[in-house]
């Protein structure tokens, strides 16, 4: 990066755009701090590197930890607020940031009230999901989740076709399947004749999308969210330029006032009055400081990271550019998530995050030595972090998800659909291995024969009366929600491994994004290497570090701070915020 009069040497040669707010990337933090900003009056750019807007928000689940919620109120679910402290203290320790997480915690409801009241964007509840660690003083056990509610992508016209589209290995045939009772409905379609016809109308209504529109229409999760934010952008006059990585800030006495960034038709500098806004998407796909930061990454290669390419440091790079520091202190610099390496029949390769498949009764994970490592229908993160831990120094880092052939016919496997979809390309790929026997699955995937057969007996003793001794599946309240409630035994988790033939997948790290990113306040400003704010610069969403620092104590923990970090720094570049500074 050149210094400012370096910037103003290139902006004389430049394609020139006023506003008074630019932001860099388009996923949820950044489209909510541009809506924010646009409905308090400011003229505000939204800036894209890649060809479609929705950043790793779009290929996400959607959810959103947000305590104290106004959809959780009018449902009479009244917490303490309070609770949601105790229980950050107590799973951040020393970590814990008190300015920042009060300003999550003060500001999230007032976030989903904006937007609910002054924008496109509606919310749906997740109630009934509780946080990961129940037995940690201050867990809560409903009323902290929200997601965007389902949008008809017909109503955007021209801009569906500037969105990303839902993540390939998560979706059916290019449609997506929302969390909860549209999931349960696809599981459940060969057993509920009313799941049958859910599935059915979905179905029969997403082949018309594709026939008229060449694309899904019925959104839902990560790009529901993305599509209502858009939306409201546009309403707003928020212009949107895709195709247009940012290269340069642009400072002018300690302040930064736009950036340099590189359009289809060459640079064009943006003068921002208000400042920027970096919201670029961390860092996950920058393989020099996943190198550098990521534990067991020699190379920086042995990672599958979940968010798009185009999420690969950016906004960092800004940051520092301009005195930023960049914040790697943490319990991990890495949002973990267990991955599967997806080999498409067209060539290509894809990342299926195992999120739901490892709690339902019936499955477990060990390493190659054969022995389990964790509580396998705990959170996401716990369980890559547990192999990453397991796994010895100088071995690959990784784990197989076991499970029969009952199992995978009922909830299927990864990226394997359940009956009555067809599994044999699966186990062509390579994806999906299978042994008749546990001790022919063992050889088929390199595991220790003698330890895994012993694994699988011992866990079976157990199974058949509903109990997991050596890890606890099904002991919290987290566990059996994530598990099967339809299951007949007495535990949701839990269920012997016994009808061949047998079958795994196997899962290697992967993350959801990064928790390193720039020091911020409690405004979303950036901080300089003497905690000063750097005026005119924020960062939300992972190019600021997370405020959980680096640990993962609910599902939504990266959305809910996203999302009331980016509606914080809208209203403090506007100057409705009540605080400014270092502090509330």
Same mark, same amino acid.
């Given at each position: 990066?050149?210094?400012?009069?370096?910037?103003?040497?290139?902006?004389?040669?430049?394609?020139?755009?006023?506003?008074?707010?630019?932001?860099?990337?388009?996923?949820?933090?950044?489209?909510?701090?541009?809506?924010?900003?646009?409905?308090?009056?400011?003229?505000?750019?939204?800036?894209?590197?890649?060809?479609?807007?929705?950043?790793?928000?779009?290929?996400?689940?959607?959810?959103?930890?947000?305590?104290?919620?106004?959809?959780?109120?009018?449902?009479?679910?009244?917490?303490?607020?309070?609770?949601?402290?105790?229980?950050?203290?107590?799973?951040?320790?020393?970590?814990?940031?008190?300015?920042?997480?009060?300003?999550?915690?003060?500001?999230?409801?007032?976030?989903?009230?904006?937007?609910?009241?002054?924008?496109?964007?509606?919310?749906?509840?997740?109630?009934?999901?509780?946080?990961?660690?129940?037995?940690?003083?201050?867990?809560?056990?409903?009323?902290?989740?929200?997601?965007?509610?389902?949008?008809?992508?017909?109503?955007?016209?021209?801009?569906?076709?500037?969105?990303?589209?839902?993540?390939?290995?998560?979706?059916?045939?290019?449609?997506?399947?929302?969390?909860?009772?549209?999931?349960?409905?696809?599981?459940?379609?060969?057993?509920?004749?009313?799941?049958?016809?859910?599935?059915?109308?979905?179905?029969?209504? /997403?082949?018309? !999308?594709? $026939?008229?529109? #060449?694309?899904?229409?019925? =959104?839902? *999760? &990560?790009?529901?969210? %993305?599509?209502?934010?858009?939306?409201?952008?546009?309403?707003?006059?928020?212009?949107?330029?895709?195709?247009?990585?940012?290269?340069?800030?642009?400072?002018?006495?300690?302040?930064?006032?736009?950036?340099?960034?590189?359009?289809?038709?060459?640079?064009?500098?943006?003068?921002?009055?208000?400042?920027?806004?970096?919201?670029?998407?961390?860092?996950?796909?920058?393989?020099?400081?996943?190198?550098?930061?990521?534990?067991?990454?020699?190379?920086?290669?042995?990672?599958?990271?979940?968010?798009?390419?185009?999420?690969?440091?950016?906004?960092?790079?800004?940051?520092?550019?301009?005195?930023?520091?960049?914040?790697?202190?943490?319990?991990?610099?890495?949002?973990?998530?267990?991955?599967?390496?997806?080999?498409?029949?067209?060539?290509?390769?894809?990342?299926?995050? /195992?999120?739901? !498949?490892? $709690?339902?009764? #019936?499955?477990?994970?060990? =390493?190659? *030595? &054969?022995?389990?490592? %964790?509580?396998?229908?705990?959170?996401?993160?716990?369980?890559?972090?547990?192999?990453?831990?397991?796994?010895?120094?100088?071995?690959?880092?990784?784990?197989?998800?076991?499970?029969?052939?009952?199992?995978?016919?009922?909830?299927?496997?990864?990226?394997?659909?359940?009956?009555?979809?067809?599994?044999?390309?699966?186990?062509?790929?390579?994806?999906?291995?299978?042994?008749?026997?546990?001790?022919?699955?063992?050889?088929?995937?390199?595991?220790?024969?003698?330890?895994?057969?012993?694994?699988?007996?011992?866990?079976?003793?157990?199974?058949?009366?509903?109990?997991?001794?050596?890890?606890?599946?099904?002991?919290?309240?987290?566990?059996?929600?994530?598990?099967?409630?339809?299951?007949?035994?007495?535990?949701?988790?839990?269920?012997?491994?016994?009808?061949?033939?047998?079958?795994?997948?196997?899962?290697?790290? #992967?993350?959801?994004?990064?928790?390193?990113?720039?020091?911020?306040?409690?405004?979303?400003?950036?901080?300089?290497?003497?905690?000063?704010?750097?005026?005119?610069?924020?960062?939300?969403?992972?190019?600021?570090?997370?405020?959980?620092?680096?640990?993962?104590?609910?599902?939504?923990?990266?959305?809910?701070?996203?999302?009331?970090?980016?509606?914080?720094?809208?209203?403090?570049?506007?100057?409705?915020?009540?605080?400014?500074?270092?502090?509330?």
């Amino acid at each position: 990066m050149g210094n400012a009069d370096a910037s103003h040497a290139d902006a004389a040669s430049s394609r020139q755009l006023e506003c008074d707010l630019l932001v860099i990337g388009s996923g949820a933090s950044g489209l909510a701090a541009a809506v924010t900003a646009a409905w308090h009056g400011l003229s505000v750019v939204v800036v894209e590197k890649d060809r479609v807007f929705g950043g790793a928000t779009a290929w996400s689940g959607g959810w959103m930890w947000v305590p104290g919620n106004p959809l959780a109120k009018r449902a009479g679910i009244h917490e303490d607020s309070q609770q949601p402290r105790t229980y950050l203290k107590n799973e951040l320790g020393e970590r814990y940031d008190a300015a920042r997480i009060d300003a999550f915690l003060d500001h999230c409801p007032q976030m989903v009230s904006f937007f609910e009241q002054h924008t496109s964007l509606q919310f749906i509840d997740g109630n009934a999901i509780p946080d990961i660690h129940g037995s940690v003083p201050g867990a809560g056990t409903q009323g902290h989740q929200i997601i965007a509610a389902p949008y008809d992508g017909r109503k955007l016209g021209p801009l569906l076709y500037r969105l990303r589209k839902t993540m390939r290995e998560t979706s059916f045939m290019g449609m997506p399947i929302m969390a909860g009772t549209d999931l349960a409905a696809f599981l459940n379609m060969t057993r509920s004749l009313k799941a049958f016809f859910h599935v059915s109308k979905r179905f029969c209504r /997403h082949l018309c !999308d594709l $026939a008229v529109c #060449g694309r899904a229409t019925q =959104l839902v *999760n &990560g790009v529901a969210l %993305v599509a209502r934010l858009a939306k409201s952008a546009e309403k707003l006059g928020v212009q949107l330029i895709a195709s247009a990585p940012a290269k340069q800030l642009i400072l002018s006495e300690g302040r930064v006032c736009g950036a340099i960034v590189a359009t289809t038709a060459g640079d064009m500098t943006i003068h921002a009055k208000k400042g920027v806004v970096l919201a670029a998407g961390g860092f996950p796909n920058d393989v020099a400081r996943r190198k550098a930061l990521f534990p067991r990454t020699p190379t920086g290669a042995e990672h599958l990271a979940l968010p798009p390419e185009s999420c690969s440091g950016d906004g960092i790079t800004l940051g520092e550019s301009a005195g930023a520091t960049l914040v790697t202190d943490l319990a991990s610099p890495v949002a973990w998530a267990p991955v599967s390496l997806v080999r498409h029949a067209d060539g290509t390769t894809g990342h299926f995050p /195992h999120i739901i !498949d490892r $709690a339902k009764p #019936g499955v477990i994970g060990v =390493l190659a *030595n &054969g022995k389990r490592f %964790v509580n396998e229908a705990g959170g996401y993160y716990d369980y890559t972090a547990a192999m990453v831990a397991a796994v010895p120094e100088g071995e690959e880092v990784a784990s197989w998800l076991i499970c029969d052939h009952r199992f995978i016919r009922r909830y299927g496997l990864g990226y394997v659909r359940p009956s009555p979809l067809p599994i044999g390309s699966f186990i062509r790929s390579g994806y999906l291995h299978r042994g008749h026997t546990i001790a022919e699955l063992a050889v088929s995937c390199g595991i220790a024969v003698d330890h895994l057969v012993h694994t699988i007996s011992v866990y079976n003793e157990h199974a058949k009366r509903g109990e997991d001794p050596e890890f606890g599946r099904g002991s919290t309240p987290y566990n059996r929600k994530q598990g099967d409630a339809l299951y007949p035994g007495t535990n949701p988790c839990v269920a012997p491994i016994q009808h061949g033939p047998f079958y795994a997948v196997k899962v290697q790290p #992967g993350c959801f994004g990064t928790f390193a990113g720039l020091k911020t306040n409690a405004s979303a400003q950036v901080l300089d290497n003497q905690d000063r704010a750097i005026t005119g610069l924020y960062a939300v969403g992972t190019d600021m570090a997370s405020i959980m620092g680096g640990v993962y104590p609910s599902g939504g923990i990266n959305l809910g701070p996203a999302m009331t970090f980016g509606y914080i720094a809208g209203r403090h570049a506007a100057g409705a915020d009540k605080f400014g500074g270092n502090s509330i």
